[in-house]
Protein backbone atom coordinates (compact mmCIF):
# COMPACT_ATOMS: atom_id res chain seq x y z
CA UNK A 1 0.00 0.00 0.00
CA UNK A 2 2.62 2.68 0.74
CA UNK A 3 4.02 2.63 -2.92
CA UNK A 4 0.46 3.19 -4.55
CA UNK A 5 -0.28 5.39 -1.48
CA UNK A 6 3.06 7.54 -2.79
CA UNK A 7 1.78 7.47 -6.24
CA UNK A 8 -1.30 8.70 -5.71
CA UNK A 9 -0.22 11.38 -3.45
CA UNK A 10 2.32 12.90 -5.57
CA UNK A 11 -0.10 13.19 -8.21
CA UNK A 12 -2.76 15.19 -5.94
CA UNK A 13 0.37 17.29 -4.41
CA UNK A 14 1.42 18.57 -7.72
CA UNK A 15 -2.07 19.22 -9.44
CA UNK A 16 -3.09 20.42 -5.52
CA UNK A 17 -0.11 23.36 -5.92
CA UNK A 18 -0.40 24.10 -9.37
CA UNK A 19 -4.15 24.61 -9.11
CA UNK A 20 -4.67 25.95 -5.64
CA UNK A 21 -1.41 28.00 -5.41
CA UNK A 22 0.63 28.41 -8.56
CA UNK A 23 -1.90 28.71 -11.23
CA UNK A 24 -3.00 32.11 -9.26
CA UNK A 25 0.23 33.60 -10.95
CA UNK A 26 -0.84 33.63 -14.35
CA UNK A 27 -4.13 34.23 -13.97
CA UNK A 28 -3.46 37.66 -12.00
CA UNK A 29 -3.27 39.88 -14.65
CA UNK A 30 -6.26 38.98 -16.80
CA UNK A 31 -8.54 38.60 -13.45
CA UNK A 32 -7.50 41.97 -11.86
CA UNK A 33 -8.51 43.67 -15.51
CA UNK A 34 -11.79 41.93 -15.65
CA UNK A 35 -12.96 42.83 -12.17
CA UNK A 36 -11.43 46.30 -12.50
CA UNK A 37 -8.71 46.08 -9.12
CA UNK A 38 -5.49 46.39 -8.67
CA UNK A 39 -2.81 43.48 -8.90
CA UNK A 40 -1.91 44.52 -4.99
CA UNK A 41 -5.48 44.12 -4.62
CA UNK A 42 -5.92 40.75 -6.46
CA UNK A 43 -2.97 39.50 -4.65
CA UNK A 44 -4.11 40.34 -1.48
CA UNK A 45 -6.60 37.71 -1.79
CA UNK A 46 -3.69 34.85 -1.99
CA UNK A 47 -1.85 36.33 1.31
CA UNK A 48 -5.54 35.98 2.99
CA UNK A 49 -5.39 32.12 1.56
CA UNK A 50 -1.84 31.25 3.16
CA UNK A 51 -3.10 33.09 6.40
CA UNK A 52 -6.26 30.49 6.82
CA UNK A 53 -3.59 27.88 5.89
CA UNK A 54 -1.25 28.58 8.50
CA UNK A 55 -4.18 29.30 11.08
CA UNK A 56 -5.78 26.16 10.18
CA UNK A 57 -1.94 23.99 11.08
CA UNK A 58 -3.14 23.08 14.34
CA UNK A 59 -6.42 21.66 14.03
CA UNK A 60 -5.85 19.94 10.85
CA UNK A 61 -3.00 18.26 12.58
CA UNK A 62 -4.83 17.04 15.64
CA UNK A 63 -7.40 15.56 13.05
CA UNK A 64 -5.03 13.67 11.29
CA UNK A 65 -3.64 12.46 15.07
CA UNK A 66 -7.11 11.34 16.08
CA UNK A 67 -8.91 9.52 12.84
CA UNK A 68 -6.48 10.04 9.72
CA UNK A 69 -6.93 11.81 6.76
CA UNK A 70 -8.75 10.06 4.22
CA UNK A 71 -12.00 11.75 5.11
CA UNK A 72 -10.16 15.38 5.71
CA UNK A 73 -8.21 14.93 2.38
CA UNK A 74 -11.38 13.41 0.33
CA UNK A 75 -13.57 16.18 1.31
CA UNK A 76 -10.74 18.58 1.44
CA UNK A 77 -10.39 17.96 -2.68
CA UNK A 78 -13.87 18.26 -2.82
CA UNK A 79 -13.93 22.00 -1.50
CA UNK A 80 -11.09 22.96 -3.55
CA UNK A 81 -12.21 21.74 -6.48
CA UNK A 82 -15.64 23.91 -5.63
CA UNK A 83 -13.98 26.53 -4.57
CA UNK A 84 -12.01 27.05 -7.56
CA UNK A 85 -15.14 27.13 -9.70
CA UNK A 86 -16.63 29.73 -7.34
CA UNK A 87 -13.10 31.40 -8.12
CA UNK A 88 -14.37 31.48 -11.81
CA UNK A 89 -17.66 33.20 -10.66
CA UNK A 90 -16.46 36.40 -8.55
CA UNK A 91 -17.86 39.74 -9.66
CA UNK A 92 -16.61 41.84 -6.78
CA UNK A 93 -13.50 41.89 -4.31
CA UNK A 94 -15.39 40.61 -1.36
CA UNK A 95 -16.04 37.85 -3.53
CA UNK A 96 -12.90 37.06 -4.18
CA UNK A 97 -11.61 37.21 -0.50
CA UNK A 98 -14.16 35.07 0.55
CA UNK A 99 -13.56 32.24 -2.21
CA UNK A 100 -9.62 32.54 -1.24
CA UNK A 101 -10.73 32.02 2.78
CA UNK A 102 -12.08 28.55 1.55
CA UNK A 103 -9.23 27.67 -0.95
CA UNK A 104 -6.94 28.29 2.27
CA UNK A 105 -9.16 26.21 4.29
CA UNK A 106 -9.12 23.67 1.59
CA UNK A 107 -5.47 23.87 1.15
CA UNK A 108 -4.67 23.33 4.68
CA UNK A 109 -6.22 20.09 4.43
CA UNK A 110 -5.23 18.88 1.22
CA UNK A 111 -1.27 19.58 0.74
CA UNK A 112 2.07 18.56 1.69
CA UNK A 113 1.19 18.82 5.78
CA UNK A 114 -1.22 16.38 5.71
CA UNK A 115 -0.49 14.35 3.01
CA UNK A 116 3.13 14.09 4.68
CA UNK A 117 1.05 13.36 8.70
CA UNK A 118 -1.09 10.35 6.57
CA UNK A 119 1.99 9.14 4.91
CA UNK A 120 4.41 8.82 8.39
CA UNK A 121 1.25 6.73 10.42
CA UNK A 122 1.40 4.15 7.71
CA UNK A 123 5.09 3.79 6.45
CA UNK A 124 7.70 2.11 8.21
CA UNK A 125 10.48 4.53 9.85
CA UNK A 126 13.53 3.09 7.47
CA UNK A 127 10.85 3.90 4.65
CA UNK A 128 9.68 7.49 5.38
CA UNK A 129 12.25 9.75 4.23
CA UNK A 130 12.32 7.70 0.72
CA UNK A 131 8.58 8.19 0.63
CA UNK A 132 8.60 11.60 1.25
CA UNK A 133 11.07 12.43 -0.93
CA UNK A 134 9.24 10.23 -3.60
CA UNK A 135 6.33 12.44 -3.24
CA UNK A 136 8.29 15.75 -3.13
CA UNK A 137 10.16 15.19 -6.78
CA UNK A 138 7.07 14.74 -8.05
CA UNK A 139 5.93 17.71 -6.60
CA UNK A 140 8.54 20.04 -7.09
CA UNK A 141 7.33 20.21 -10.68
CA UNK A 142 3.93 21.97 -9.65
CA UNK A 143 4.58 25.45 -10.29
CA UNK A 144 6.84 24.09 -13.93
CA UNK A 145 4.01 22.25 -15.51
CA UNK A 146 1.07 24.72 -14.16
CA UNK A 147 1.84 28.31 -14.22
CA UNK A 148 2.30 27.35 -18.36
CA UNK A 149 -0.41 25.43 -18.81
CA UNK A 150 -2.56 28.27 -17.34
CA UNK A 151 -0.65 30.31 -19.71
CA UNK A 152 -1.11 28.04 -22.41
CA UNK A 153 -4.93 27.58 -21.24
CA UNK A 154 -5.48 31.62 -21.29
CA UNK A 155 -4.51 32.20 -24.61
CA UNK A 156 -7.12 30.04 -26.14
CA UNK A 157 -10.10 31.04 -23.41
CA UNK A 158 -10.93 33.35 -20.83
CA UNK A 159 -9.30 33.48 -17.35
CA UNK A 160 -12.89 32.55 -16.22
CA UNK A 161 -13.07 29.37 -18.49
CA UNK A 162 -9.08 28.50 -17.34
CA UNK A 163 -10.00 27.69 -13.89
CA UNK A 164 -13.02 25.49 -15.08
CA UNK A 165 -10.86 23.38 -16.84
CA UNK A 166 -8.25 23.15 -14.12
CA UNK A 167 -11.09 22.70 -11.13
CA UNK A 168 -12.28 19.85 -13.34
CA UNK A 169 -8.68 18.62 -13.76
CA UNK A 170 -8.04 18.73 -10.02
CA UNK A 171 -11.12 17.19 -8.72
CA UNK A 172 -11.36 14.37 -11.28
CA UNK A 173 -7.89 13.55 -10.06
CA UNK A 174 -7.47 14.36 -6.45
CA UNK A 175 -10.77 13.48 -5.39
CA UNK A 176 -11.18 9.73 -6.23
CA UNK A 177 -7.69 9.28 -5.45
CA UNK A 178 -7.96 10.33 -2.01
CA UNK A 179 -11.19 8.94 -1.55
CA UNK A 180 -9.14 5.22 -2.82
CA UNK A 181 -5.87 5.41 -1.91
CA UNK A 182 -6.03 6.93 1.49
CA UNK A 183 -8.10 4.15 2.73
CA UNK A 184 -6.88 2.23 5.76
CA UNK A 185 -4.20 5.38 6.48
CA UNK A 186 -5.55 5.94 9.99
CA UNK A 187 -3.12 6.34 12.66
CA UNK A 188 -1.37 3.72 14.06
CA UNK A 189 -2.30 5.15 17.74
CA UNK A 190 -5.89 4.74 17.83
CA UNK A 191 -6.37 6.90 21.10
CA UNK A 192 -6.04 10.30 21.10
CA UNK A 193 -2.90 12.18 21.97
CA UNK A 194 -2.56 13.17 25.17
CA UNK A 195 -2.50 16.86 25.83
CA UNK A 196 0.93 16.47 27.74
CA UNK A 197 2.13 15.23 24.49
CA UNK A 198 1.14 18.10 22.45
CA UNK A 199 2.45 20.77 24.79
CA UNK A 200 5.98 18.52 25.23
CA UNK A 201 7.25 20.75 21.67
CA UNK A 202 6.54 24.05 22.95
CA UNK A 203 8.45 23.18 26.60
CA UNK A 204 11.45 22.13 24.29
CA UNK A 205 14.49 24.63 23.88
CA UNK A 206 15.25 22.69 20.51
CA UNK A 207 12.12 23.14 19.13
CA UNK A 208 11.58 26.74 19.41
CA UNK A 209 15.57 26.94 17.66
CA UNK A 210 13.66 24.78 14.64
CA UNK A 211 10.68 27.20 14.59
CA UNK A 212 12.94 30.16 14.48
CA UNK A 213 14.88 28.80 11.41
CA UNK A 214 11.71 27.29 9.27
CA UNK A 215 10.02 30.75 9.63
CA UNK A 216 13.86 32.98 8.64
CA UNK A 217 13.86 30.44 5.97
CA UNK A 218 10.13 31.04 4.90
CA UNK A 219 10.03 34.30 5.18
CA UNK A 220 13.20 34.76 2.61
CA UNK A 221 11.86 32.24 0.45
CA UNK A 222 8.69 33.53 -0.13
CA UNK A 223 10.48 37.37 -0.54
CA UNK A 224 12.88 35.97 -3.27
CA UNK A 225 9.94 33.92 -5.20
CA UNK A 226 7.80 37.54 -5.08
CA UNK A 227 10.86 40.04 -5.80
CA UNK A 228 13.24 38.22 -7.47
CA UNK A 229 12.37 39.36 -11.22
CA UNK A 230 12.17 42.60 -10.31
CA UNK A 231 15.47 42.67 -8.83
CA UNK A 232 16.85 41.10 -11.63
CA UNK A 233 15.38 43.45 -14.09
CA UNK A 234 16.94 46.68 -12.29
CA UNK A 235 20.04 45.34 -12.31
CA UNK A 236 19.73 44.71 -16.49
CA UNK A 237 18.42 42.34 -17.43
CA UNK A 238 15.92 42.02 -20.12
CA UNK A 239 12.72 40.55 -18.25
CA UNK A 240 12.09 37.31 -20.27
CA UNK A 241 15.93 36.40 -18.99
CA UNK A 242 14.80 37.51 -15.73
CA UNK A 243 11.64 35.06 -15.18
CA UNK A 244 14.14 32.26 -17.02
CA UNK A 245 16.39 32.76 -14.25
CA UNK A 246 13.81 32.99 -11.64
CA UNK A 247 12.59 30.10 -13.02
CA UNK A 248 15.57 27.80 -12.25
CA UNK A 249 14.38 28.08 -8.58
CA UNK A 250 11.94 25.32 -9.07
CA UNK A 251 13.91 23.30 -11.41
CA UNK A 252 16.75 23.18 -8.89
CA UNK A 253 14.75 22.30 -5.74
CA UNK A 254 14.28 18.59 -7.15
CA UNK A 255 18.41 18.21 -7.27
CA UNK A 256 18.39 20.55 -3.63
CA UNK A 257 16.22 17.32 -2.05
CA UNK A 258 17.84 14.57 -3.91
CA UNK A 259 21.43 16.01 -2.47
CA UNK A 260 20.00 16.67 0.55
CA UNK A 261 17.91 12.81 1.18
CA UNK A 262 21.69 11.17 0.06
CA UNK A 263 23.33 13.11 2.32
CA UNK A 264 21.41 11.46 4.91
CA UNK A 265 24.20 8.53 5.25
CA UNK A 266 26.78 10.92 6.71
CA UNK A 267 25.05 13.82 8.45
CA UNK A 268 21.81 13.74 10.50
CA UNK A 269 19.26 16.48 8.81
CA UNK A 270 19.05 19.11 11.10
CA UNK A 271 23.08 19.55 10.21
CA UNK A 272 22.49 18.84 6.56
CA UNK A 273 19.86 21.38 6.66
CA UNK A 274 21.62 23.78 8.69
CA UNK A 275 24.82 23.39 5.96
CA UNK A 276 22.98 23.86 3.09
CA UNK A 277 20.58 27.10 4.22
CA UNK A 278 23.99 28.76 5.32
CA UNK A 279 25.70 27.96 2.12
CA UNK A 280 22.19 29.20 0.42
CA UNK A 281 22.50 32.41 2.16
CA UNK A 282 26.34 33.20 1.21
CA UNK A 283 25.25 32.56 -2.55
CA UNK A 284 22.36 34.85 -2.44
CA UNK A 285 24.48 37.41 -0.76
CA UNK A 286 26.97 37.79 -3.53
CA UNK A 287 23.95 38.65 -6.14
CA UNK A 288 23.91 42.54 -5.44
CA UNK A 289 27.77 42.23 -6.65
CA UNK A 290 28.08 39.68 -8.98
CA UNK A 291 24.43 39.58 -10.28
CA UNK A 292 24.95 42.39 -13.33
CA UNK A 293 26.67 39.51 -15.23
CA UNK A 294 24.79 36.86 -16.64
CA UNK A 295 27.29 34.37 -15.17
CA UNK A 296 27.43 35.98 -11.65
CA UNK A 297 23.68 35.94 -11.61
CA UNK A 298 23.32 32.39 -12.60
CA UNK A 299 26.26 30.78 -10.25
CA UNK A 300 24.53 32.52 -7.44
CA UNK A 301 20.73 31.24 -8.49
CA UNK A 302 22.04 27.91 -8.65
CA UNK A 303 23.32 27.91 -5.61
CA UNK A 304 20.62 29.26 -3.95
CA UNK A 305 17.91 27.23 -5.71
CA UNK A 306 19.48 23.75 -4.21
CA UNK A 307 18.04 24.62 -1.33
CA UNK A 308 14.47 26.14 -2.19
CA UNK A 309 12.79 22.90 -1.58
CA UNK A 310 14.72 21.83 1.28
CA UNK A 311 12.45 22.96 4.22
CA UNK A 312 9.61 20.45 2.96
CA UNK A 313 11.76 17.64 3.31
CA UNK A 314 14.00 18.41 6.03
CA UNK A 315 10.76 19.44 8.40
CA UNK A 316 9.16 16.36 8.93
CA UNK A 317 12.61 13.95 8.84
CA UNK A 318 13.60 16.38 11.99
CA UNK A 319 10.68 16.07 13.73
CA UNK A 320 10.37 12.61 13.38
CA UNK A 321 13.81 12.14 15.04
CA UNK A 322 13.38 14.49 17.59
CA UNK A 323 9.74 13.37 18.81
CA UNK A 324 9.03 10.02 16.81
CA UNK A 325 5.47 9.64 15.11
CA UNK A 326 3.01 9.61 17.55
CA UNK A 327 1.16 13.35 17.80
CA UNK A 328 3.23 14.48 14.74
CA UNK A 329 1.00 16.03 12.67
CA UNK A 330 -0.16 17.81 15.96
CA UNK A 331 3.55 19.06 16.04
CA UNK A 332 4.22 19.41 12.83
CA UNK A 333 0.72 21.99 12.72
CA UNK A 334 2.06 23.61 15.99
CA UNK A 335 5.36 24.49 13.63
CA UNK A 336 3.72 24.77 10.47
CA UNK A 337 1.50 27.88 11.81
CA UNK A 338 4.09 30.53 11.75
CA UNK A 339 6.16 29.28 9.43
CA UNK A 340 2.92 29.65 6.32
CA UNK A 341 2.21 32.96 7.99
CA UNK A 342 5.66 34.27 7.52
CA UNK A 343 5.38 33.23 4.30
CA UNK A 344 2.20 35.02 3.88
CA UNK A 345 3.60 38.36 5.20
CA UNK A 346 7.31 38.51 4.35
CA UNK A 347 6.72 39.24 0.65
CA UNK A 348 4.64 42.70 1.72
CA UNK A 349 7.59 43.45 4.37
CA UNK A 350 9.65 42.97 1.31
CA UNK A 351 8.01 45.69 -0.81
CA UNK A 352 7.89 47.96 1.83
CA UNK A 353 11.61 47.93 2.33
CA UNK A 354 12.57 47.69 -1.34
CA UNK A 355 10.24 51.70 -1.90
CA UNK A 356 12.31 52.85 1.52
CA UNK A 357 15.88 51.72 0.71
CA UNK A 358 15.81 49.61 -2.80
CA UNK A 359 16.39 45.98 -3.68
CA UNK A 360 19.44 45.46 -2.53
CA UNK A 361 18.83 45.92 1.26
CA UNK A 362 16.33 43.49 0.62
CA UNK A 363 18.15 41.14 -0.80
CA UNK A 364 20.80 41.46 1.53
CA UNK A 365 18.25 40.95 4.71
CA UNK A 366 17.07 37.42 2.54
CA UNK A 367 20.65 36.49 2.93
CA UNK A 368 20.86 36.91 6.66
CA UNK A 369 18.25 35.75 7.37
CA UNK A 370 18.64 31.98 5.18
CA UNK A 371 22.10 32.01 7.37
CA UNK A 372 20.55 32.99 10.86
CA UNK A 373 18.11 30.11 9.76
CA UNK A 374 20.82 27.79 9.27
CA UNK A 375 22.53 28.36 12.18
CA UNK A 376 19.26 27.77 14.20
CA UNK A 377 18.60 24.41 12.72
CA UNK A 378 21.48 23.05 12.77
CA UNK A 379 22.14 24.52 16.83
CA UNK A 380 18.74 21.94 17.44
CA UNK A 381 21.15 19.55 17.98
CA UNK A 382 23.18 20.70 20.96
CA UNK A 383 19.90 20.41 22.82
CA UNK A 384 18.58 17.36 24.18
CA UNK A 385 15.88 15.39 22.54
CA UNK A 386 13.14 15.45 24.94
CA UNK A 387 11.75 12.09 26.23
CA UNK A 388 9.17 10.46 22.87
CA UNK A 389 5.75 9.82 23.88
Known sequence: ????????????????????????SALLGPMSRDLGISTATAAGALTTAVLVTGLMSVPVGRWLDARGGHALMTTGASVGAAAVVAWSQVQTVAQLYVVFAVIGAASATVLYEPAFAVVIAVTAPASRTRALLGITLVAGFASSIFIPLAGQLLEATTWRRTLLILAAGYAALAIPLHAVALRRTGPRHRTPVPKRTRASALRDTGFWLLAAGFVLHSAALATIAVHLVLYLISLGHPPAVAATLAGLLGLLSVTGR???SLSLCWLPMATIAGIVLVVQGAAISLLPFTGKHLAGAIACLVLFGLGFGVASIATPAILLDRYGSHGYATTAGTLATPVIIAKACAPLVGAVLAGVAGYRPVILTVAAACIAAGLFIAASRRVPSPNRA
Open 258 to 260: IVT
Open 1 to 24: MPRRLVAALAVTQTVGYGVLYYAF
